[in-house]
């Protein structure tokens, strides 16, 4: 499968009909497999294509859909099938308070332009974030980091609410409490059917808890994708090293859109989105600031990965247990 990598931000191709630039896209990027995985019975041409998105988000919820709009309206204009939003792709707060003052339901306004987006451009979304407001609102005041797939008809096919909330003290990077505003999901959610393959839905800092990548990938998930706002001290340390080891133990793809650059004065975030095949290669990866990069997922090569590297036939319960299928939502 190849990638694309973004070019660095001044090096601009084109304007969008809502202003937004967009990076060029170029450098095909290939993957150095064993050459007994190396072949694919389709064209790479013929092989889905998924865009990956990267922002920087701010209080404004308004500027945040334009600059989110204008990628999604690229990604469908270059062919892709499924484009991928970073976590909080709604907005960033500057504190807890404006967190819930700015959130909404599903049933919202802002999630209901994205579902028109979606049907618009005729793109499936995965929108890997979304400040939501969930039923209990009235009773708790607190809200879900809910990750919502569209399908390209606009319809909502799966919710996945973020079950590992981040609440660290990182020096140089400042406190975090998610748990201040957010409620942690109760499941996960079972891998869905999509134009590139079975999606298994996570968020950022559930890249550091491997169960759930292997219950997903276990569910029969093809694609992991961990939407992310990471910092910008865990960010250089972790953030590669992590996604690369998700995808090779998985045997996934493995995609992240990430956060990108300072969102207010309290907050900025590491970037590099990226994705990973599942031998470990990164395939595509976004340059330093906004923009997409995209790659083509070559589901033959993953299970050519699968039948040579048997791990999950190796797996030996009988010593460290079994992990928790029944959680998964059917």
């Not at 937004?20 to 294509?49: D, G, V």
């Not at 606009?154 to 003290?169: F, I, M, N, P, Q």
């Not at 090569?301 to 029944?326: E, K, N, S, W």
Request: proline share 7%; aromatic share 6%; with cysteine.
């Amino acid at each position: 499968a190849l990638g694309f990598i973004t070019r660095p931000p001044h090096q601009f191709l084109s304007l969008l009909c809502n202003g937004l630039r967009i990076l060029r896209l170029s450098e095909l990027c290939t993957q150095p497999r064993p050459r007994a995985m190396a072949t694919s019975s389709s064209s790479s041409w013929e092989l889905p294509l998924v865009a990956v998105c990267q922002v920087t988000s701010t209080p404004s919820k308004q500027q945040n859909f334009k600059m989110c709009a204008g990628l999604i309206q690229e990604a469908a204009r270059l062919g892709a099938c499924l484009a991928f939003l970073p976590e909080a792709f709604d907005f960033i707060a500057r504190d807890p308070a404006e967190t819930l003052r700015l959130s909404e339901p599903l049933s919202g306004n802002l999630m209901g332009e994205y579902s028109q987006l979606a049907r618009d451009c005729g793109i499936w979304l995965s929108l890997g974030g979304f400040h939501e407001r969930g039923q209990d609102w009235e009773q708790t005041q607190k809200i879900y980091n809910c990750h919502v797939l569209l399908d390209s008809k606009g319809s909502v096919v799966a919710t996945y609410r973020k079950t590992h909330l981040c609440d660290v003290e990182i020096p140089g990077q400042g406190p975090m409490r998610e748990s201040n505003s957010t409620i942690p999901g109760p499941s996960l959610g079972s891998p869905v059917d999509t134009p590139a393959g079975k999606v298994g839905l996570a968020i950022c800092y559930d890249i550091r808890f491997p169960e759930l990548s292997l219950v997903l990938a276990q569910a029969g998930a093809e694609i992991l994708t961990y939407p992310s706002a990471f910092g910008t001290v865990t960010g250089p340390a972790h953030w590669e090293v992590l996604l690369r080891a998700r995808a090779i133990e998985t045997q996934c793809y493995v995609v992240a859109a990430a956060q990108c650059g300072r969102h207010h004065e309290k907050r900025a975030s590491h970037g590099h989105s990226m994705v990973v095949d599942p031998w470990g290669t990164v395939v595509a990866s976004c340059s330093e600031g906004p923009g997409l990069c995209l790659a083509r997922i070559d589901l033959n090569f993953l299970h050519q990965m699968r039948q040579h590297l048997p791990v999950f036939q190796h797996r030996r319960p009988d010593l460290y247990g079994t992990l928790g299928m029944g959680q998964l939502l059917s």
